[in-house]
């Protein structure tokens, strides 16, 4: 799960993503729909980053890494209020889009999330769209394992994008947000028994 983003968020979805893939896809949604931008960092300290109007997204992240979210707002977000924490920031702008950005590690690519914590019935439907248009592009099904227990069991809706089958079909491991749970793409299980027979 991302950080700061709990039982109290209003609409939140988990899926697998390559990091690159979502920073451009969020650029394009600014680039639409005149999306105001705060990149969060949370490390070495939390520190939240308004971007310039004009400046490219891509460069903006790339100069101020590592950055572990990206918060799309449609008026101008508040990060003046010497914020110290991610929860103290959502808490002061809940009408925006958090989207997780998850780097590839040694162990693996974890789950990411996207969310709002809006209760606003217009900013929730324009954020829906949003979603929406991400979902026409992922990929649906797979199985997890909890490896501590060998338990299994078959999520129908998990969703991963193209990005993240890449990687997947790469050998790259599929995490769960926390913990040892790993997900097995249920496209590439498919391909690699069609490939076995």
């Known amino acids: 799960m991302t950080p700061g983003l709990d039982a109290e968020t209003i609409y939140k979805l988990q899926f697998h993503a390559a990091r690159d893939e979502l920073i451009d896809l969020a650029a394009g949604w600014v680039g639409w729909h005149g999306c105001k931008v705060v990149l969060e960092r949370?490390?070495?300290e939390y520190e939240p980053v308004a971007v310039p109007e004009g400046l490219d997204l891509r460069e903006a992240v790339?100069?101020?890494e590592?950055?572990?979210r990206i918060c799309l707002g449609r008026p101008d977000l508040d990060v003046g209020s010497g914020f110290i924490t991610t929860e103290e920031f959502?808490?002061?702008n809940p009408d925006c889009l958090a989207i997780g950005l998850e780097p590839v590690t040694e162990d693996g690519l974890r789950e990411t999330a996207l969310a709002t914590l809006t209760a606003d019935e217009d900013v929730l439907a324009h954020w829906l769209?949003?979603?929406l248009e991400l979902d026409e592009i992922m990929h649906e099904g797979a199985l997890v394992t909890d490896p501590l227990t060998g338990m299994q069991?078959?999520?129908p809706s998990h969703r991963?994008?193209?990005g993240a089958h890449e990687l997947a079909a790469d050998g790259v491991r599929m995490l769960a947000c926390a913990g040892e749970t790993y997900f097995e793409f249920a496209d590439l299980i498919a391909d690699e028994t069609r490939l076995a027979g």
Do not use: D, E, G, W
């Open 42 to 44: 949370f490390f070495p």
């Open 62 to 64: 790339a100069l101020l």
């Open 66 to 68: 590592p950055v572990r």
């Open 90 to 92: 959502l808490i002061v």
């Open 129 to 131: 769209k949003f979603v």
């Open 153 to 155: 069991r078959y999520a």
């Open 160 to 162: 991963h994008t193209p």
